[in-house]
Antibody, heavy 119, light 107 residues
Framework: QVQLQESGPGLVKPSETLSLTCTVSGASISSYSWTWIRQAPGKKLEWIGYIYYSGSTYYNPSLQSRVTVSVDTSKNQFSLKLSSVTAADTAVYYC?????????????WGQGTLVTVSS | DIQMTQSPSSLSASVGDRVTITCRASQSISSYLNWYQQKPGKGPQLLIYGASSLQSGVPSRFSGSGSGTDFTLTISSLQPEDFATYYCLQTYSTPYTFGQGTKLEIK
């Protein structure tokens, strides 16, 4: 059974870097692509970006200058770094497996972690 | 970016009802449309991928249809555990985009 679990600080100061980790069990991190998504209060779900199993990364142009997604195969984890955060980055952050399959599906998601940006 | 417009934003229904939720894309996305169910405090759970393919383990009362720009999620006979929020997601092109969600409530 594939499971994903987000972890990281729940409070980040403005202008600092948000760092989250997603720990994967039940699947090899090196065999799939992995995605980050977020949902700000009262807003739509927003795709942040993904890292392909080859190591290539694809980011939302709206966040591209501030985002880095990376993989640690030794720990079966992948990570998100978002720099220069503001209150607008306050959101529940989700990690997910994919895109994969013939229709680039995100098939398994973590439960999400709330990150608040505040001084 | 491809805009996904989902309707209705909320819906009240009773156990046993047939319910339909729609998602419209701002341009053709072929069949690159996924449907998710989300319950409070949980991550979204995949129900339908490729517009009409049922994810393994999902009850057959859930079905999806459509291609191009117009898509539908149907629940044939609502069960108590189906009251949740539903989202569509297009994976035709990046940036992937979501509908705004439909909150399904008990009447």
């Amino acid at each position: 059974q594939v499971q994903l679990q987000e972890s990281g600080p729940g409070l980040v100061k403005p202008s600092e870097t948000l760092s989250l980790t997603c720990t994967v069990s039940g699947a090899s991190i090196s065999s799939y692509s992995w995605t980050w998504i977020r949902q700000a209060p009262g807003k739509k779900l927003e795709w942040i970006g993904y890292i392909y199993y080859s190591g290539s990364t694809y980011y939302n142009p709206s966040l591209q200058s501030r985002v880095t997604v990376s993989v640690d195969t030794s720990k079966n984890q992948f990570s998100l770094k978002l720099s220069s955060v503001t209150a607008a980055d306050t959101a529940v952050y989700y990690c997910a497996r994919g895109p994969g399959g013939s229709h680039f599906t995100l098939d398994y998601w973590g439960q999400g972690t709330l990150v608040t940006v505040s001084s | 970016d491809i805009q996904m417009t989902q309707s209705p934003s909320s819906l009240s229904a009773s156990v046993g009802d047939r319910v339909t939720i729609t998602c419209r894309a701002s341009q053709s996305i072929s069949s690159y449309l996924n449907w998710y169910q989300q319950k409070p405090g949980k991550g979204p759970q995949l129900l339908i991928y490729g517009a009409s393919s049922l994810q393994s383990g999902v009850p057959s009362r859930f079905s999806g249809s459509g291609s191009g720009t117009d898509f539908t999620l149907t629940i044939s006979s609502l069960q108590p555990e189906d009251f949740a929020t539903y989202y569509c997601l297009q994976t035709y092109s990046t940036p992937y985009t979501f509908g705004q969600g439909t909150k399904l409530e008990i009447k």
